[in-house]
């Protein structure tokens, strides 16, 4: 596994992301998980939005990245009722036993060199009706978007915006559905498979 797959992508220090994300389970819910989907956290890292997702109440949740130190820790926050798995995204649908409701990632699709590659294992990996759901960052300077006084985020040739996202993603046969804001530096975008 090459953790080069992400380039310029690092999971980051603890106390900036909970200043980022205070209540990350508002911030699913806003993006229209509900309790009893099956969720896919893709690139997971330390478990942040994984262990809001065990507070939804989720029916199935598979947390997903290659690093083995993030996936302890995230295992640290999240327990048992996880399954865990350490793998890279490229080979998603072959670590699930079937398909998803959900397939969730934040803060990592900027980094991905093959970003339509991605998309179509995601496309696998979903039931009929499922959502692709990709948190982002707005496109901006780091040092336009601060946390805790320090600039934040990826370089801003790695940022992308809604629109750029759906060229990408729209290509893998999912439609996109919703783009919701989510303050004060992100924006969620969500796809859906098509039924049929």
Not at 116 to 124: D, E, N, Y
Not at 146 to 154: A, F, I, N, S, T
């Amino acid at each position: 596994m090459s953790k080069m797959f992400f380039p310029s992508t690092t999971m980051p220090a603890a106390d900036w992301w909970k200043m980022l994300w205070p209540d990350p389970a508002s911030v699913l819910r806003k993006l229209t998980l509900k309790p009893h989907m099956s969720v896919v956290d893709l690139c997971c890292g330390d478990g942040h939005f994984t262990e809001a997702l065990v507070k939804l109440q989720q029916a199935e949740i598979f947390a997903l990245d290659m690093d083995r130190e993030m996936l302890t820790l995230a295992q640290g926050r999240a327990g048992n009722a996880v399954q865990w798995i350490e793998a890279d995204a490229r080979d998603l649908p072959t670590y699930l036993p079937k398909p998803v409701d959900v397939v969730f990632i934040a803060n990592t699709f900027h980094g991905v060199p093959e970003q339509t590659a991605l998309a179509r294992q995601v496309f696998k990996a979903l039931k009929p009706g499922g959502l692709f759901v990709v948190v982002n960052w707005h496109v901006a300077a780091p040092t336009e978007t601060r946390v805790l006084g320090q600039p934040r985020g990826p370089r801003k040739g790695l940022r992308m915006s809604p629109i750029e996202v759906s060229k990408i993603v729209e290509p893998a046969g999912l439609e996109l559905i919703q783009v919701t804001e989510l303050l004060p530096y992100h924006y969620g975008v969500i796809f859906q498979k098509p039924e049929v």
